[in-house]
């Protein structure tokens, strides 16, 4: 039986891999926890970064992970 430890480690790797196979990008690991988060569908997720930090590419990681893969719809404002 995985420990508690192992068990995040793994799905760490899983999210750094399967973005750096899709996006071709190493997502950091702020990117990768809050993903994660969405994942496990932890009740309210904020991220505050500095603009051109990557905060974007986390609307789009978790869909990686999703069943259903036919589309899907992102809004993202732009100013």
């Known amino acids: 039986m995985h420990d508690t430890t192992s068990l995040q480690t793994l799905l760490l790797s899983c999210i750094q891999d399967k973005v750096e196979e899709c996006f071709r990008y190493c997502p ?4 990768i926890r809050v993903v994660q988060a969405l994942l496990k569908n932890d009740n309210d997720i904020v991220s505050i ?7 974007s590419l986390t609307f789009w990681m ?6 259903w893969k036919s589309g899907f719809l ?4 732009f100013f």
């Not at 950091?28 to 990117?31: D, F, R, T």
């Not at 970064?49 to 905060?55: E, I, N, P, Q, Y």
């Not at 978790?62 to 069943?67: E, Q, R, T, V, Y």
């Open 28 to 31: 950091c690991l702020w990117q």
């Open 49 to 55: 970064l500095a603009t051109g930090s990557g905060k």
């Open 62 to 67: 978790p869909l990686l992970f999703s069943a």
């Open 74 to 77: 992102v809004f993202q404002p």
